[in-house]
């Protein structure tokens, strides 16, 4: 009843309009029958204007990897959710871990930014995930409540089944480890029990929850077979048109 949903994160490449245009309409070829999974794909902020008109005429969607709480004034280098909502940027990747491990980013400034974008009617996908000594120690879901609560602090029933949240083990993100379906389906399974305690029954079935860390063509249906996985954020594998597709069919494959 939950529509996957794949997210394809290009993070620091694909940045110069030429490249990334002709890397869309590869893709926009592709997916042109694909109708039982949101596809949506997150290109460097230089590239969302060339993109967005691109995408306009297809199931595509855009979504920017970050964006600031403030809508504009003396930020210096950050982008407003305002100009991204104007150019027409749908969703926003929020706390990915290479925003919290490399430029710093607190669980309080990615509610700021989740409270933000959910105000502005953009479509966050906030992402959360143990790091390997987390995990290596037993502490993972200890990790995902404490990121839950704090990440998600004042987000109303409402606003919570507009989130996508992105389970991404970060021992699994680049490194092609990927976490098994069945690591990935317990820790999925988790958020979603934490969501139905907070909120109720409903509210948890409601909200839709993607894997990410190295999936692949070669792993991607299993990792989709799992009942509290909605579909993936990729990175790497959606570089290319072709193993990026691969994964979406996975996904509608299971539908
Ligand atoms: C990501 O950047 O969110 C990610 C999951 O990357 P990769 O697929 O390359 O592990």
Same mark, same amino acid.
């Given at each position: 009843?939950?529509?996957?949903?794949? !997210?394809?994160?290009?993070?620091?490449?694909? !940045?110069?309009?030429?490249?990334?245009?002709?890397?869309?309409?590869?893709?926009?070829?592709?997916?042109?029958?694909?109708?039982?999974?949101?596809?949506?794909?997150?290109?460097?902020?230089?590239?969302?204007?060339?993109?967005?008109?691109?995408?306009?005429?297809?199931?595509?969607?855009?979504?920017?990897?970050?964006?600031y709480?403030k809508e504009n004034g003396a930020f210096t280098g950050e982008i407003s959710?305002?100009?991204?909502?104007?150019?027409?940027?749908?969703?926003?990747?929020?706390?990915?871990?290479?925003?919290?491990?490399?430029?710093?980013?607190?669980?309080?400034?990615?509610?700021?930014?989740?409270?933000?974008?959910?105000?502005?009617?953009?479509?966050?996908?906030?992402?959360?995930?143990?790091?390997?000594?987390?995990?290596?120690?037993?502490?993972?879901?200890?990790?995902?409540?404490?990121?839950?609560?704090?990440?998600?602090?004042?987000?109303?029933?409402?606003?919570?089944?507009?989130?996508?949240?992105?389970?991404?083990?970060?021992?699994?993100?680049?490194?092609?480890?990927?976490?098994?379906?069945?690591?990935?389906?317990?820790?999925?399974?988790?958020?979603?029990?934490?969501?139905?305690?907070?909120?109720?029954?409903?509210?948890?079935?409601?909200?839709?929850?993607?894997?990410?860390?190295?999936?692949?063509?070669?792993?991607?249906?299993?990792?989709?077979?799992?009942?509290?996985?909605?579909?993936?954020?990729?990175?790497?594998?959606?570089?290319?048109?072709?193993?990026?597709?691969?994964?979406?069919?996975?996904?509608?494959?299971?539908?």
């Amino acid at each position: 009843m939950r529509k996957p949903i794949i !997210g394809g994160n290009w993070k620091m490449n694909l !940045g110069v309009p030429s490249e990334a245009v002709k890397m869309l309409n590869n893709l926009i070829s592709l997916v042109r029958k694909i109708e039982l999974v949101d596809v949506v794909i997150a290109p460097p902020f230089t590239v969302l204007e060339s993109v967005i008109k691109v995408a306009k005429k297809s199931n595509i969607k855009i979504a920017a990897q970050n964006m600031y709480f403030k809508e504009n004034g003396a930020f210096t280098g950050e982008i407003s959710p305002n100009f991204l909502k104007k150019m027409g940027v749908e969703y926003v990747i929020l706390g990915h871990s290479e925003r919290r491990d490399i430029f710093y980013e607190t669980d309080e400034l990615i509610n700021n930014k989740l409270i933000k974008a959910l105000s502005m009617d953009i479509i966050p996908i906030v992402c959360i995930g143990e790091h390997l000594h987390q995990r290596e120690e037993g502490k993972t879901k200890e990790i995902i409540a404490y990121q839950m609560e704090n990440t998600f602090k004042n987000i109303s029933k409402e606003d919570i089944t507009k989130t996508i949240i992105a389970y991404e083990p970060i021992w699994a993100i680049g490194t092609g480890k990927t976490a098994t379906p069945e690591q990935a389906e317990e820790i999925h399974s988790y958020i979603r029990s934490l969501l139905v305690s907070r909120f109720n029954e409903e509210v948890g079935n409601k909200v839709r929850i993607q894997y990410g860390g190295s999936v692949k063509p070669n792993n991607a249906e299993a990792i989709f077979s799992k009942d509290n996985i909605d579909g993936g954020l990729v990175g790497g594998a959606s570089l290319e048109a072709s193993s990026f597709y691969e994964i979406i069919r996975a996904a509608e494959k299971l539908k």
